[in-house]
């Protein structure tokens, strides 16, 4: 039991919640609102003493309008419920509907969407009943906005497909327009990607129909106005002709009356003529002499104008003349202008085509890699006549650093970046070798250092606007001696090729710039490889040419395809198709980017010999070296003067044939294959004639398949690739000296 | 706002955005001179439309080709429909690619994990569908 204090206090919440409830109420509606709202609910009281059950549904419907409007959403519902009910006794099927649609309503604006689809579902029951087409959409279309908020989308849809075929038969845009909106909503919401567009591109297409629509009316509407206008100014046009013409009959009719008294006064004003004669004869001479001296003046007057209209002609003209000159001087000058132009423009392109000396310095030169990498091919295609793409490669003990990269741009801005990476990957390199040891070399850590020098380089803080400028970059590191491969890609990948399976390497998917992932290290790679294997680096140049009878990408697909044809061919035919390919396939089309496939066969099984120089001992055995070069020559003496043997030299075929007549012992013969007189094929097979057992090894300059078949039939054991790799030259020859 | 719609060239792309028809599409290939002077106006317009996003944006790709300096200049426009995203609007991507163009896909998944707004990849046979 609640003592009497506790209980007044108790009373006094509830007065306190009471007031504060009614004063929040009374916050949202307006005191004119209020009064409106307390004359309908009086008159409601009224009308049900009264037994009028319509007029007070209907006064009940003006009070839940107010409330609603006003957001006093429960009140609203509550009077629109009470108003249904008495719908319901009067068996007025259409206000039981509009009532249905209409709580639902307050309801989906109360976010209250479960009633409020039950609402509008039992309302659509009484819009069939009716069988009002109208109705029935807006049922539609309100349950399935309701559904839709229940993520019941499928019902939606149901409701929506209805909805649509109502609108399509009431021929109403507006109504199909909504439809599809609705439709593409729920498609979305589902997922259903292809349907969403299609009812999206329906909507936007009705959407931009409806909106022309629009525009045509009001400007049809205006057009109205205007002509309205135009007619009503027109009608008091006439009514102020119609006046004046009566105002001219009146002034007629009064110069009617007028008339009487003239004929009166025409004889006063006959006599009054004659002296008016004989005053005019008077004036009539004197007009006669003023006439003339004013057709003088008046010729006097035109020669002088004449005068000076010569005089400024004469003017004008020389105006002209200097005109003219001026004109001269400025085609002269236009002419003068273009040749500076033409001049200028030969000038650029004089220094971009020193600059791609440059460029083509900075590269690695063939005869380097070679010496690394005997068996090997790049295709390199700059788009212009600098490149944005650039190979780079190292030597470290028994290590081969490789990378093809491609910077972003082409032309004069990609080569700048591209001579920035070649000075970085240098500098980086020789820095860790030096700093720790050729074995700590990590592929990834010299990209990740290279993204570091750029960024720091470049300034690149990660605002956007700012230059954002970068290399992607695929790197290798080739180990010789362990036959190990290490990788590290920058949005480009590794192909290796083993076994007649392409293996792909995928780079990390970032370039070395700044980058959101700038911070993460690049991922390092390690492959053991297998005699055989072959690899390729490449730019995206390649694969992304268009071309072909579609005009379309060449496609990493088919450049994989056809290295899976061509990896078992000489590595320079490879090259020689891989060119001829892109070539065909671009067409007339223009190159988009530039080129850079690089393809790499490594050799272990000489590699690995590792054997060191000072072991050969051929004391006993001569050499004779027939070479026309001097250079040549010398190279081959200083290779071989440390294995004691001894050296003979022929200058030319005809000098070499010669000494092996002489029937000196000799236990080997190097044949150069350029060389006056007699060359190479030709000695050989002459020397062959004597001496069949004399090893003879050809030099050549290329790895060609003719050169090697050449070679072969004309006599010789084998043949070295000009330039010479030490290690396999003496290799080689040991294999002939101590058979 | 008035609507941008940039003619497809040979090696520039067709742009069409349009904020009262709510379609907003670029397609065709990228490899301009300098893809600032191309780009700068197209940034502009979506920077312009950032201000006053529809509740709906919804962003279709249909790109071919596109160099690496395009490809930062994508990302950018990305970047500005991710701000819009990011004040609760609804914003999709729609990335189109050739079904044989798997490099395109994968461009298209690289982007998608750059930003925060969700892609919905679809693949097309017909390449008269990016001319």
Redesign the interface.
Known sequence: MLKPDQLRLALLFVFIFVIFNFSLTAQTINNETKKAIDEYVLLVEKYEQENNSSQQANYLNKIAYLYWENGVYLKAIENFKSSLELNKLNKNTNGIKSLYYNIGLVYSDMEDFKNAYENFHEGLSFARKLNQKESIYEGLINESGALKKLTRYNEAITDLDEALKIAQELNNLKLVRTCYGMLAENY?SLGN?EK??YY?DLF?SI??HL?AEQIKEIEAKTKDEVQKAHQSKSLTEQELSEKSTQLEVTQESLKKSEALTEQQQLELDIKELTIREKEAQIRNERLIRFGFTAIFFIILLFSLVLIRQIQAKKKANIALEAKNIQVNEQAKEITAQRDLANKQKQNITDSIEYAKRIQTALLPPSNFIRRSLPEHFILFKPRDIVSGDFYWMMTKDDKVIIAAA?C???GVPGAFMSMLGTAFLNEIVNKIVENKHVYSLQANEILNQLRTYIIESLHQTGI?DEA??GI?IALCIIDFEKKHLQFAGAHNPLYIISNNNLNIIKGD?M?ASIH?NAQESFTNHEINLNDGDIIYIFS?GY??Q?GGP????F???SFQELLLKIYHKPMDIQQQILDKTIEDWKGTNIQ??DILVIGIKPEFSIKSTNTPILNYNWSEKTILIAEDMEMNYLFLFEALKNTGVQVLRAKDGEEALQIVESGKKIDLILMDINMPKLNGFETTQRIRLIHKDIPIIAQTALNIDEAKEKAEQAGCNDYILKPIRLKLFLSKLDSYLTK | MESLILEQTD?LPGIFFDK????FEIKG?S?PEDSRVFYNPVLDWLAKYEQNPNDFT?FIFKM??F???SS?MIL?ML?SLERVFQTGKKV?V?WFY?S????MLDAGK?YS??VSIPF?F?SIEE?SELK
């Open positions: 979305e990607s969403t567009i999206y936007a959407d931009k909106k491609d972003t741009g082409h956007s954002k400028d992607d998917s370039p959101k995206d694969h992304d268009i579609k005009n379309r990408k496609m990493s697909r988009i980017d | 090696r009262t028809a709510g379609k290939s490899f919804l071919e080709y160099n690496s300096s930062l950018e970047n999709k729609y050739l044989v163009d798997i490099d690289e994990t750059m919905t679809e390449e």
